[in-house]
């Protein structure tokens, strides 16, 4: 049977919970990634964000809190005149509310939300977003990012700044499967979709657009750490002609040359898991953790590029 609104809520915010778990007491101001607030910004984010749209968007309600619904509105904003780049975060407060005053408002909100079920169904014939529980697919798509959001601030965190849950499972070490191609006929791709062909979508998806896309090679699995290291030892961060302007410009105020979770120790190259170094060589197969820039850098050493939506 299909899991309804309040189990799938419900379970969005028990992951979200679980996750912020793995942050030692104090944590909560810390800020690992400069483009990122601190850790304490998503504990209010995320229910101000539910808050925005369902209780007082689309119901009209009064606010519990209208300075937490507007400090923690929005973190990363587009660039105005190029959304594919970000500025930094606006309105930045000179201290943070208390964690216990944000969780406060958090469960508040998490229990008004509840309750706002039934309600936002009677709205369906005059709101497009309380149709099919549109709005409340938004707001789990948007708890799920975050979760995303969270741990990759997480692995950049210092480990004192974290405690290892005990239900998390060990770390599995091992070989993964060798590096192939496939081919991959010419064909129609389908971009997007109708509004009516689900009940909930990102602006950017609707509508639909036809693209054909002549017949490619690709990689079957992702880049490892190991093909990786070659770029690196090429000196992959130190040419130019590997990376596009705007990535040119990214590199050197983020002064990389590796990986943002790679560092070494007695001249031995390590891996920063999200709670222990390893040694580089025995993630060899992971999937290699890198940006948008570094990836293209890459893509450009190998002589190939990275897929295009279609």
Known sequence: MAETVVERLTGAWARTDKIFEILAPGAFLAQPIALRHPFIFYVGHLPAFAWNHICGG?????SLNAGFDELFSRGIDPDVDDPTRCHAHPDVPDSWPSLATVLAYRDRVRAAVLEAVEAVAERAGTHLMARDE??????????????????YMMQQLPYDQKVRPPWLPGIQLGRGRPPATVDVPA???TLGCELADLPFGWDNEFPSVQVFVPGFRVDETPVTNGQFLAFVNDGGYRRPELWDEDDREWLRAEQLSGPPVWTEKDGRPLYRGLFALLPLDRVADWPVYVSLAEARAYARWQGKRLLSEA
Do not use: D, S
């Open 134 to 151: 549109r709005v409340f697919t938004m707001i789990i798509e948007h708890e799920l990012m975050h979760q995303e959001t969270l741990l």
């Open 58 to 62: 689309i119901l009209g309600l009064p």
């Open 187 to 189: 064909g129609t791709a």
